[in-house]
Structure formats: C-alpha cells, structure tokens
C-alpha cells in the first residue's frame, strides 16, 4: 500500500493522558498536514510540514498539541492532558508541492478516531 | 472571512437516479476548488480539482462545474449507485501561500 498510512485507528483514553499519533505519507512526498475533523463538520487545519521545517500552524494548535517531522518522513502529533474537548477524527494529508502547479494535490490518511472519555 | 457554504446538508436519493450538489464560496484570493468524498470513518478522497479558469470537470460518473464569477460550484452524480454514499466535500484553497477551506459536507445516502 502505497498511500498514507496513520496508526493507530482508534485510540481510546482517560482525560489527562498524553497521545501520540504517527502519520507516514506517500513516499517522497515533501509536504504533511494535520487536520482534526469532528462530527458532522469538515476538517479543519492544524499545522503542516515542509520536509522537517513546521511552517504553519493554526490557533486551534493550543500549548498542549505538538507536532512533529523529524526527519522529512514520518509525523507525529502529540495531546498532552488529553480534554473531552479533543475527542474528534485526527487526518494527515501529505502533498508534493511543486513551484509549477497550482493543485498541489492533497492525500489523506484513514485518520485516527480519538475518545477521550 | 474566507468560507465554503455547501447545500443540501443531507440528501437520500433512490439508486440509479442522479443528483446535484451545491457549493457557495466567499475565498478570496481564489486558487483552485476541490471536491472530496468521505466514507464514514475514512480520510477524504479526491474526486476533481478546477481552476478559475476551468468550467467543468468529469470524474467517470462525477462531473463538477465551476462558474468563478459567482463564486459557485456544484457536483453531479450521474446514475447514483449504492456505493456513492457518503458525504461530498467542497474545498478551496485560497491563493498561492493559503491553506485549504472545507465546507461541512452534503451527506449523500442512496437507498435502493
């Protein structure tokens, strides 16, 4: 399988926990995005990556959500002290950006389904 | 402020019958306008992606159209199959530097 791959799936935890999901994009791929989606809305944008290099992230992004990509390849974004607040659908897209094209076309990720009980 | 207003919320349609779905943008600068489609507890898949100065683009039964001076959008699905259930994203990247715009979705069920 050749697409982007998140793990896990489902993640179920006590509020106050700390999470930590992984996101492997499509090789080759130079750019990675984070997004939650909650029920009955569209995704809405976290942060996303250039290569290593975090270059934006939204103010949904609070203190306790990190995000990282440490080698260009695979992310992972962290929830420390977890609220019921962050239960919701976590979605990693990877694009190839080049300065020739306007698409820039976005893949996404199964996601990964959080419940913070 | 930059939105993505989509209509219907939901929609139930009878298989093989066709249907049209609308998206209404207020995004400016205006760089490219997408559709997803999204599987119930899946990540969203591309259907089309349109240019301002693209009208209309097919996807085998999925044709979308674009008119960029009223800033509207809609997607066509021809002889609906039972498979097409899901909800239908539109999406608008705004400028060259902007990130994407979602609207919330049009949930599409087909009944047989």
């Known amino acids: 399988d050749t697409g982007v791959s998140q793990d896990p799936r489902h993640k179920i935890t006590k509020r106050g926990q700390n999470v930590t999901f992984r996101c492997d994009p499509i090789?080759?791929?130079?750019?990675l995005y984070w997004y939650r989606q909650t029920l009955g809305q569209g995704p809405e944008f976290l942060t996303y990556f250039q290569n290593e290099a975090q270059l934006e992230k939204s103010r949904l992004l609070s203190d306790r959500f990190s995000a990282e990509r440490p080698k260009g390849s695979f992310s992972t974004l962290e929830i420390q002290r977890t609220e019921q607040g962050d239960s919701a659908m976590y979605l990693c897209?990877?694009?190839?950006?080049?300065?020739?094209?306007?698409?820039?076309?976005?893949?996404f990720g199964p996601g990964t389904r959080l419940t913070v009980l | 402020k930059n939105q993505v207003e989509q209509s219907p919320q939901s929609l139930i349609i009878l298989e093989r019958k066709n249907c049209t779905l609308q998206c209404n943008y207020t995004v400016s600068p205006f760089s490219n306008l997408r559709w997803y489609k999204q599987d119930t507890g899946r990540g969203p898949v591309s259907l089309t992606i349109m240019t301002f100065s693209e009208n209309t683009k097919s996807n085998g039964r999925y044709t979308a159209t674009l008119d960029a001076d009223t800033k509207q959008s809609s997607l066509h699905i021809t002889a609906s199959q039972l498979s097409d259930s899901a909800s239908y994203i539109c999406v608008v990247k705004p400028g060259s530097q902007g990130n994407l715009i979602f609207g919330k979705g049009t949930k599409l069920s087909v009944k047989p």
């Open positions: 090789s080759e791929h130079n750019r």
């Open positions: 897209a990877s694009s190839l950006a080049r300065y020739d094209s306007s698409y820039n076309e976005q893949f």
